[in-house]
């Protein structure tokens, strides 16, 4: 353990964070996808979209997972942190982690107390005080906008993109650094006319750093197997290296550092 302020003391802080769990779905050490530098990547359990594509459908039931003492991961991430260099440190996915804000509070101000750097990968969905408070305490937000267009996002997702946007604005305007990533699904979110107005809308935002394209991908099949889930993107392939470079030729229309992750 670092020398400094012992675990769990931080005044009023010290009861939530001796008392709170969060359900974890699972781990990866030393990730290098979600986020700048080697990170620990915590997938958290509960998500309120229904992607179509979703490779972890495991994480959707908030119910599932582990229950698991924030004192745990914290010791986990101090432990690795020697690891982590300048650029690295700790990052939240799921599954949705903002749908366990309330508890992430206390977890989120004990990092920030061991200097531990955090990501947030967020769908941007889920909005209240608590949410607000947690944005507030990630060092970078990694926000996945699905789809641009409405209708075609919620046949994607089964939700609105409506808060989604609304925390990429609430982003900017406290401005708070952000990583945009966009799943290129082909026939659901590789329109051209959908990229252009999401960089129209967007692309004056100074918040966000860059821009990363995450091609589609079928890795997650197996799971819905085992689950007794029909996968519902069956026909769909996996991107070609003409869509790739065209869809990043496009975000570079509207984004200064695009990259295909």
């Not at 809308?201 to 819905?224: D, F, M, N, S, T």
Request: glycine share 8%.
């Amino acid at each position: 353990m670092p020398t400094g302020q012992p675990f769990g003391t931080h005044g009023s802080c010290s009861f939530l964070y001796l008392s709170t769990v969060i359900n974890v779905h699972s781990y990866e050490s030393m990730g290098t996808f979600d986020g700048p530098g080697l990170r620990l990547v915590v997938f958290l359990q509960g998500c309120p979209f229904r992607c179509l594509y979703c490779a972890n459908p495991d994480t959707i039931d908030v119910s599932g997972g582990t229950p698991t003492p924030i004192h745990e991961i914290v010791e986990m991430a101090v432990s690795q942190k020697p690891f982590f260099g300048k650029r690295g440190g700790i990052t939240f996915s799921g599954g949705e982690p903002t749908m366990q804000a309330k508890r992430l509070i206390p977890l989120f101000r004990e990092l920030k107390a061991q200097d531990i750097h955090i990501c947030l990968d967020s769908n941007g969905g889920v909005w209240n005080e608590y949410v607000e408070e947690l944005l507030k305490l990630t060092d970078l937000v990694l926000l996945d906008v699905k789809q641009f267009n409405p209708e075609r996002h919620r046949l994607l997702t089964g939700c609105s993109n409506r808060q989604t946007l609304r925390t990429a604005a609430w982003i900017e305007a406290h401005n708070r650094p952000v990583w945009l990533r966009y799943v290129l699904v082909p026939g659901y979110s590789d329109w051209e006319e959908d990229i252009r107005a999401l960089g129209e809308a967007l692309g004056h935002y100074r918040c966000i750093q860059r821009v990363e394209i995450l091609p589609y991908h079928r890795l997650g099949v197996h799971k819905y197997e085992a689950m007794g889930w029909e996968y519902k993107l069956p026909e769909v392939k996996e991107n070609t290296p003409e869509q790739l470079r065209r869809a990043e030729e496009l975000f570079k229309e509207y984004f200064p550092t695009v990259v295909v992750n």
